[in-house]
């Protein structure tokens, strides 16, 4: 039996920067809604689990789930590595894909090929997210995978707060222990300077013209597509 790869969302209302950006309105469905519509369309991730917190406010979140067919688990509010270590052990998972729902543009595509570099690469570490060892990739396309043993791992040895909110920074401060792998992005969209992650009111009304434009013409777009109306539709005031 192949190894079970399990996509762990964190996902919460009370963003700092940006709170409630979750159930912002993307195209008349919820940021997170219009996330995992997308992620639903890898074909290397077993299992989508939405992971939020036990705070009463993000009860929404996951109603919001449900609704797109995915399952979800509650844990702690700050300890991320706890959330993820604990929603992994009860969804049974052997690789766990990391990804954060505020990349509503996120590829499945590229989801795929990280999660096959990492299956046949020697890699603790896999990451495909934004110009890791200069790998040219967009702000928001991509994910993070591990095996289970090195999220317990993690889960055991780090006691740092911020290493325990943020799960994948102990393996970039501790390089002479991790070997971080990436692949570099596809020639045609190599295009580092672009975000197209949600952290800022300006970055939510850039995006929704994004969706705005393209949702009703190709609900499946593609980064090319995003690249084209950037380069040719967008107003030159977006950031």
């Not at 195209?27 to 989508?48: M, Q």
């Not at 102990?170 to 570099?184: A, L, N």
């Not at 020639?187 to 969706?211: A, C, G, H, M, W």
Request: hydrophobic residues 35%; aromatic residues 10%.
């Amino acid at each position: 039996m192949g190894r079970r790869v399990v996509a762990i969302i964190q996902a919460r209302m009370g963003s700092t920067r940006l709170p409630g950006k979750s159930m912002a309105d993307l195209a008349g469905k919820p940021l997170l809604w219009r996330f995992l519509e997308r992620l639903k369309r890898s074909k290397k991730v077993d299992e989508i689990v939405m992971a939020t917190t036990t705070k009463p406010e993000d009860d929404v979140l996951i109603e919001v789930a449900k609704d797109c067919g995915v399952k979800s688990f509650r844990g702690s509010e700050n300890d991320l590595v706890d959330r993820y270590y604990q929603a992994a052990k009860e969804f049974k998972a052997d690789i766990i894909v990391r990804a954060c729902a505020d990349d509503p543009v996120i590829e499945p595509e590229e989801i795929d090929r990280i999660i096959e570099f990492h299956l046949k690469g020697d890699s603790i570490f896999s990451s495909n997210t934004q110009n890791i060892n200069g790998n040219n990739y967009p702000d928001g396309l991509g994910g993070e995978v591990m095996d289970f043993e090195t999220l317990e791992e993690l889960w055991n040895i780090t006691e740092d707060p911020s290493h325990r909110e943020h799960p994948h920074s102990y393996f970039y401060d501790h390089p002479e222990k991790y070997t971080i792998g990436t692949i570099p992005c596809p020639k045609e969209f190599q295009r580092p300077e672009l975000v197209l992650d949600v952290n800022t009111p300006e970055e939510l009304e850039y995006l929704r013209s994004i969706y705005e434009y393209w949702y009703p013409r190709k609900k499946d777009f593609h980064i090319t597509d995003i690249i084209w109306w950037y380069d040719n539709i967008r107003e030159k005031a977006a950031p």
